[in-house]
């Protein structure tokens, strides 16, 4: 019996290697159903669906969710989690509001330093959780009110002002974008014109998700963020730089949301140290880490299927344009609907035999 | 727990002398500004101190509840919600069935809660955050989204803002519940089991607990204490409104983990969580005397939480 289990198991991993790869990625597979579902029904009953126009005003929409999201997974994916990247976004949005304007250099500069004020916040966050040996949770409770705080210093009022053409140039096409900047003879070279139409913030989405996560989770350290999430014991027993992971994790959800953060003040010309918001950013970016299919507890998931995840929930939302849901009913929706999704990866409990298996 | 050394201090007994400690020194900083600003020590007269308390009860209910939680290693998000639920559902009701209707909220909400996390096993700080959508999204439907024209009964009002010979009735309340909880966890076989369960739920399944009956008890309690506070607070306000209890989560996750509950569970002592709601209501309101802007506040509570933790809330090394 033991021989017929060694002999069949590695065919069975063989032969079953893309059914394999499906059931470790059914959550993220419904979600991308999910959204296909809903975005397609919402363009559908669109009186403009599928055209250039909604889906420009839907990159918009979607992206700072999108961005949080991301930053939400890496400490999700760690084990830990970060409520301080709704804070650390709202941050950077008011740092950006007094920043991003002027000359093209005080521009480019004031991008950059509010790209690094994200990642330092991260790594200071890094820095409690993993120097400070306190529970991440609790640790980014305080240091998201922090953060808070930093931005009503930054901007007691909602005010500001970005760089027009910057805002005009990154919430449209890629063909104003070059029109803006005047690239490629002001976007009519012939071979741009197929990508002309693409929404900027689309892009923006793929280049942070393409350069940033995907090499991250191919190295040592990336590796790491999923083994101390699936077991730190063992992590630690290997070898592996654990510390060095948590405070990249951290690191890089401060970026993450310090991203998101600029493009809200760059979309919305404002900065704003709304503290609801910052909250509803916060929760709805765990909300979107869980639909995307990634597991509270650690270790598997990641960056991309949260993105998914933030698309499923703003698509519900845009569903209640469509059909006339009164604006009263909409968060009852809104609340049934993510409790339904949560509730589905229960099924697992459900099947499970051993009940000694449900404890972690 | 070792018996007979009752001097020496127990590893949870620490927090709340630190605590306790730098509740004084809240109180020594904010008396120093008034006696150079007013020449009064406002701070330490009967009175004002009576009024921290009238305001602390409402989040020590909170906390109560939310520390019942925390030791089984879960969370409740959900009690914004089910504060602002009870108290719009028992001024809607109205008359003698107002109290109950709003407790029934309470009990409704935590079956709701604990069954999702208990039998569905959903992790809770993402089930509760869904039945806290969904609470609001009834309130809202429900209410219109403004705040309800129906007002708080006279035994609403009672509880939450009459005194009895100079005390606050709502302060009573929260020292019955203080002494009720503190009972329930140190000698009960329900309270054990909520330590046991904290520090690890396999253990505690094979050692014949029903943890999932404890799961759901625990989150009825908890909802049912947030939806006593909602009833008491709209009393307090003379009627409810939306978002009122917004102010009291993260707050009372703060009071707990100060007062030296670990955030996972398992550890941690009554005491403690009512020393973190004084200190944190304290701490707000000497903030404000002191005419600390918003954003100073934030910071002010941010850094007091890192720093309390710092002082004792630190995990062991990986690897011990």
Redesign the interface.
């Known amino acids: 019996m033991a021989d017929a289990a060694l002999s069949t198991a590695p065919r069975a991993a063989r032969g079953g290697s893309l059914a394999l790869r499906l059931r470790q990625n059914a959550g993220l597979l419904g979600a991308i159903g999910l959204f296909v579902l809903f975005y397609g029904v919402y363009n559908l009953y669109h009186p403009r669906g599928f055209s250039q126009q909604v889906l420009i005003q839907n990159a918009n929409e979607v992206f700072t969710i999108a961005l949080v999201a991301m930053a939400q997974t890496v400490p999700v994916i760690l084990g830990g989690?970060d409520l301080s990247v709704g804070a650390v976004m709202t941050l950077v949005n008011c740092l950006a509001s007094h920043l991003v304007t002027g000359s093209a250099g005080e521009i480019a500069l004031g991008i950059l330093a509010c790209l690094a004020a994200g990642t330092a916040f991260g790594f200071l966050n890094g820095c409690?959780v993993v120097f400070?040996?306190?529970?991440p949770?609790?640790?980014t409770?305080?240091?998201?009110?922090?953060?808070?705080?930093?931005?009503?210093?930054l901007r007691?009022k909602p005010g500001g002002k970005l760089d027009a053409d910057l805002s005009w140039a990154m919430t449209n096409s890629l063909g104003d974008f070059a029109e803006t900047y005047g690239l490629f003879d002001g976007g009519q070279a012939p071979w741009f014109q197929p990508i002309a139409g693409i929404p900027v913030p689309l892009v923006l989405l793929v280049l942070v998700a393409v350069c940033v996560w995907m090499p991250f989770r191919r190295t040592l350290t990336g590796r790491t963020v999923y083994a101390v999430g699936s077991a730190?014991?063992a992590a630690?027993?290997s070898g592996l730089p654990?510390?060095r992971a948590k405070l990249a994790a951290f690191t890089l959800a401060g970026f993450f949301a310090g991203v998101g953060g600029l493009f809200l003040a760059i979309q919305t010309s404002t900065g704003n140290?709304d503290i609801?918001q910052a909250g509803a950013y916060t929760?709805n970016s765990?909300?979107a880490v869980?639909i995307g299919g990634t597991s509270?507890?650690g270790g598997t998931g990641g960056a991309v299927a949260s993105v998914v995840g933030a698309l499923v929930l703003r698509a519900i939302s845009f569903n209640f344009r469509i059909f006339d849901i009164p604006p009263?009913?909409?968060?009852?929706?809104?609340?049934?609907v993510?409790?339904a999704a949560?509730?589905l990866?229960?099924l697992?409990?459900?099947r499970t035999r051993n009940?000694?298996e449900?404890?972690r | 727990m070792i018996a007979g050394a009752p001097l020496a201090l127990r590893a949870d007994t620490k927090p709340i002398l630190i605590a306790a400690g730098f509740v004084l020194v809240i109180l020594a900083v904010g008396t120093a500004y008034t006696l150079a600003t007013q020449g009064a020590a406002t701070l330490l007269s009967p009175a004002y101190l009576i009024q921290q308390l009238q305001t602390g009860a409402f989040l020590g209910l909170v906390a109560a509840g939310m520390m019942l939680v925390i030791l089984i290693g879960h969370i409740d998000l959900s009690v914004a919600w089910t504060l602002a639920a009870a108290a719009m559902t028992a001024t809607a009701v109205g008359g003698p069935l107002a109290l109950p209707a709003g407790l029934a909220v309470g009990v409704a909400v935590g079956l709701l809660n604990g069954i999702g996390v208990a039998y569905l096993r959903v992790p809770s700080m993402i089930f509760t955050l869904g039945v806290n959508a969904v609470l609001r999204g009834l309130m809202v439907a429900q209410t219109g989204g403004f705040a309800p024209q129906t007002a708080a009964t006279d035994a609403m009002r009672f509880l939450g803002a009459e005194r009895i010979a100079g005390m606050p009735v709502a302060v009573l309340v929260w020292a019955a519940v203080s002494l009720l909880t503190a009972g329930l966890l140190s000698r009960t076989a329900f309270g054990k089991a909520l330590y046991g369960m904290g520090n690890s739920e396999a253990a505690a399944y094979l050692s014949g607990i029903r943890t999932r009956r404890v799961t759901v008890l625990a989150f009825v309690l908890c909802s049912v204490l947030a939806s006593l506070a909602g009833v008491m607070l709209a009393g307090y306000s003379t009627k409810a409104y939306q978002g009122m209890g917004d102010a009291y989560v993260l707050p009372a996750i703060a009071a707990v983990v100060i007062g030296g509950t670990h955030i996972l569970g398992g550890r941690g002592r009554y005491l403690g969580t009512v020393v973190g709601v004084i200190l944190i209501v304290l701490l707000n309101s000497v903030l404000s005397i002191m005419q600390m802007p918003e954003a100073g506040r934030q910071v002010i509570y941010g850094g007091v939480i890192i720093a309390m933790l710092l002082v004792y809330g630190r995990g062991a090394p990986t690897g011990s």
Do not use: C, D, H
């Open positions: 989690l409690v400070g040996r306190i529970q949770i609790i640790a409770l305080a240091t998201g009110a922090i953060a808070i705080g930093l931005a009503l210093f007691p730190e014991g630690f027993m654990i510390a140290a609801p929760l765990i909300a869980v509270l507890l009263l009913m909409q968060p009852l929706v809104e609340g049934l993510l409790l949560v509730s990866g229960a697992r409990a459900l009940r000694l449900l404890f």
